[in-house]
């Protein structure tokens, strides 16, 4: 171009160069991550297929994440070749019995708590028998086996729920022996790794018109944002109530 010459290339890189050496000099901007929050687990709930085995098993853990406050790295391992039922959820650590149920989530980099402690998921606060859009559900197990989608939110926000369907209505229905697998595995029965979820997060979120920056800390972000809504200041307070 007319106008442009060599002595012109010079100067370019050299504030190109300049500029660089800025940039290096400026403080660390943490990666910005979104939270999970209940409005984003509504809006999967409504776009995802729930009579899919993956679209089921993806809910459950979006929900699990929010309500445990944890980690993608809490829950999933890795990769499935990763997976070490001494080291990670099992099917095993999921208790579904009474009002009150619990998942065991054996490692956690949150400092300060202990390794190996239940996280109490209650059941959905409904009663029965229960009139939705999708008909009338006479008692927990009838929503358990329902792949509606036309559910209340107290039940579409539901660990207990997500996890009891999951399990009743998975590709494994009890057949590993001791429950050592991964609650929330594949048809395949190997366990979901923490970035296909992560990918699958980003897809659903966009699938809902949605364009967050989710990533591995956005459940217990999210988490943490429930509690402070609610005036709840501690994250032990928060998992106490299965929030």
Known sequence: HAGFDIASVHSF?????LVDGL???QPHR????DPILQQHLLAFATQLN???HTHRCFLALAVTLFATVSRFGDLLPPTPADFDPAAHV???DVQLEGACGFITIKQ???ENQCSWEPKPIPRPDVSFPLATAAGTFRCLDDLVTS???DLPPEVMLSPYFHLARLLRLGPDRGGTPDGQISPF????LLSVRQTHFNDDLKTVALACGLQPHFSGHSGRIGGQSAAEATGIASVDALQAMGL
């Open 185 to 188: 595995h594949h048809v395949d």
């Open 13 to 17: 890189r050299n504030l190109h160069a």
């Open 90 to 92: 099992t099917i095993a």
């Open 30 to 33: 943490p990666r910005r991550r």
């Open 50 to 52: 729930h009579s899919l």
């Open 23 to 25: 940039d290096v000099l």
């Open 108 to 110: 956690t980099k949150t």
């Open 147 to 149: 792949t509606s989608k």
